[in-house]
């Protein structure tokens, strides 16, 4: 242990000198981590108005760097060897990236950019935004955010939406605009539509123009290209909130249906939001139907040889060079507090 202590000093010490190279990949072996599984949601040239307040967007000529870094340290896998994955037996590092949300970029932005490096990746897709039946409700907020940070808002409607938090028990201060409607959690939807309402902003209209989800038509041609297709639940709901029995429908209902749609002869799956506060009788109860799960808790052990966590690249437009250093380095601290599994 003193011996890995002093190697991960003098390896953090020189992570950003020109010893990188070498540094990182001490750090890969140090670590024991092989398996490195990057996520996003989209690549835009723009900033699209849903997404505008969530988090910020990397443009196709960062990804494609990221991609470049991946490529320099790992190699391509794809769900089979993933499927047979075993930390001891690996002898290479491997990656995979893969997209949640399934948004229309993914056919637009990012399959045209695998495309060019030959790589694979999976695409995760909520049963309810497919071909834009139904916008995600954060979605909705970065739109109601925008519209009253932009446009002037009179009192009188400043004061009904104001009421609206207080009736709902949520603060709502006019120096902090935007956290107060990200505050708002899957539990209280309803009032992202009644705000909607008071706003007069029609979201069914931006939802039927924009079409900012994948069509069924895309995902087919994503699979046709070679990449995998799974579920991210039906409609993005956080799971720790969740019943068992309504975690397991939100799971299996899109799992089949994806399957079934698409031809699809495995099943895999993407935790929306969050895995944290799910129950070993939901994980024990889906290892029976599904092949491959993902939660987003960065670099970090699983006790299901099923379950993988993957790394956010989205928290800032650093690049994957800096986030899965530090990733790495994070792990690394992580594990000798013995705080490196979930
Ligand atoms: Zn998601």
Known sequence: MGLKVTIFLIIFINMNTKFFDFSFKTLIQLSEQ??????????NQDVPTHLKHLYPIR??????????????????????ELKNFSQKKCEKNLFLLSFDDGMRECYD?????????SLKAMFFINTDFLDNKKMFFRHILSLIIEKFLTQNIDSATFNKIKNLFLENNLKFSAAKIKENFLKIRFTQKNLVYKIAEILQLDFQKYLNEKK????????????????????????????????????LRQTIESCNEISERFKIPYKIFSFPFTDFGVSQEFFHA???QIELSFGC???KQTPYSFHFQRIPMEKSLNSA???ISQEYLFYIAKFLAAKHKT
């Open 34 to 43: 092989k398996l490195c599984l990057p996520f996003y949601h989209v690549v």
């Open 59 to 80: 443009n196709p000529q960062i990804f494609e760097q990221d991609i470049q870094f991946f490529l320099r340290y790992f190699e391509p896998t794809n769900i089979t």
């Open 109 to 117: 932005f990012i399959a045209p950019i695998l495309r060019k490096y």
């Open 297 to 299: 808790a960065g670099l």
């Open 321 to 323: 060079q800096k986030i």
């Open 212 to 247: 900012p989800y994948l069509s069924s038509e895309m995902v087919f041609e994503l699979l046709k290209e070679g990449h995998f297709v799974g579920s991210h639940s039906v409609e993005h709901f956080e799971y720790q909130h969740l019943t068992l029995q309504e975690q």
């Open 286 to 288: 889906i290892s029976q």
